[in-house]
């Protein structure tokens, strides 16, 4: 079974914050690394955050120190923390493993505007 179900998109403001999760099935979270990407309409989509089995956190320059990405092994569930949000920020966010191995699922998505 392969299940991806992202969540907690929204309006926010530019500084503020939000919080996406993603419900991931065992059989996919259990032995991966997962990320967090970001899709913009005309441009590819691209890994913005991962974690690994072990914890260990990666982020791409433009979201670091903003953004926190993490993992919990007892809902088989990714976080994405995204604090300081701005403008170019807006975008659909998907989680997935890293590489990306499955298909995507419907995403989430994230607007910043004032």
């Known amino acids: 079974q392969v299940e991806l179900v992202e969540s907690g998109g929204g309006l926010v403001q530019p500084g503020g914050s939000l919080r996406l999760s993603c419900q991931v099935s065992e059989n996919i979270f259990r032995g991966h690394t997962m990320g967090w990407y970001q899709h913009t309409p005309g441009k590819q989509r691209h890994l913005v955050a991962s974690?690994?089995?072990?914890?260990?956190?990666t982020y791409v320059d433009s979201v670091k120190g903003r953004f926190t990405i993490s993992r919990d092994d007892a809902e088989n569930t990714v976080y994405l923390l995204m604090d300081k949000l701005k403008p170019e920020d807006t975008a659909a966010y998907y989680c997935?493993?890293?590489?990306?191995?499955?298909?995507w699922g419907q995403g989430t998505q994230v607007t910043v505007s004032s």
């Open positions: 997935n493993t890293d590489p990306q191995y499955y298909p």
């Open positions: 974690v690994t089995l072990s914890g260990r956190t």
